[in-house]
Nanobody, 126 residues
Framework: QLQLVESGGGSVQAGGSLRLSCTIS????????WGWFRQVLEKEREGVAV??????TYAGSVKGRFTISRDNFKNILYLQMNNLKPEDTAMYYC?????????????????????WGQGTQVTVSS
């Protein structure tokens, strides 16, 4: 029943900002973990940021520039991206880790997440 739909992607110049949204449909639990991932053509899917009970973890390449947050009332997961760089160009996906005890995990492994959106493209030009 859980559905995730990303939005907010687009084309921006280096140094610009974007805020991605992941609209969540269906009942959610505080024990679940949420994340943002990205993938470039012919590259592995990379963990960008994860959120669990208010605790956040970021990939080293985006620390200080990206912020993950969740609006529990609206059921939306956000990824605020500032000071964007051409290297940030990718398809961005939101995902949920619904496993038991997921709230205690802080890793960025895509394989831990079992529910995914269809992605939104982010393109950053120099």
């Amino acid at each position: 029943q859980l559905q995730l739909v990303e939005s907010g992607g687009g084309s921006v110049q280096a140094g610009g900002s974007l805020r991605l949204s992941c609209t969540i449909s269906g009942f959610t639990y505080n024990s679940w973990r949420w994340g943002w991932f990205r993938q470039v053509l012919e590259k592995e899917r990379e963990g960008v940021a994860v959120f669990a009970r208010g605790v956040t973890t970021y990939a080293g390449s985006v620390k200080g520039r990206f912020t993950i947050s969740r609006d529990n009332f609206k059921n939306i997961l956000y990824l605020q991206m500032n000071n964007l760089k051409p290297e940030d160009t990718a398809m961005y996906y939101c995902a949920a880790d619904r496993s038991s005890g997921a709230y205690s995990q802080t890793n960025l492994r895509a394989g831990d997440f079992d529910s995914w959106g269809q992605g939104t493209q982010v393109t950053v030009s120099s």
